[in-house]
């Protein structure tokens, strides 16, 4: 059975004008995957920390604004991330074989 990722890969590979991946090239953007989905999963859980570090410290409408501030810098954090993945990924499948 294949994974959701393996699937994209295929449908992707498919698409783009050099044809298909390599198994080397299939690989390495796995891992850039993994490693992104790792680097995002952990920019979550320090965002996560630091509301509830907030939560004993601030209440009412300031505690409101900063958590509001720290999920959007989330949001910025995590599209930057996926901007990066993406010149990777396609560094990858620019790769002569």
Do not use: C, W
Request: charged content about 35%; glycine content about 6%; proline content about 1%.
């Amino acid at each position: 059975m294949k994974s959701a990722l393996e699937i994209a890969m295929e449908k992707t590979a498919g698409a783009q004008e050099g044809g298909k991946l390599t198994d080397e090239q299939r690989t390495g953007i796995a891992d850039l995957e993994k490693e992104y989905q790792a680097k995002i999963a952990e920019q979550e859980i320090m965002n996560e920390s630091k509301i509830k570090a907030l939560a004993v410290q601030t209440q009412g409408p300031e505690f409101q604004e900063q958590v509001h501030a720290l999920r959007e810098q989330l949001v910025q954090e995590r599209e930057r991330l996926e901007e990066e993945k993406k010149a990777k990924i396609q560094a990858v499948r620019d790769q002569a074989s």
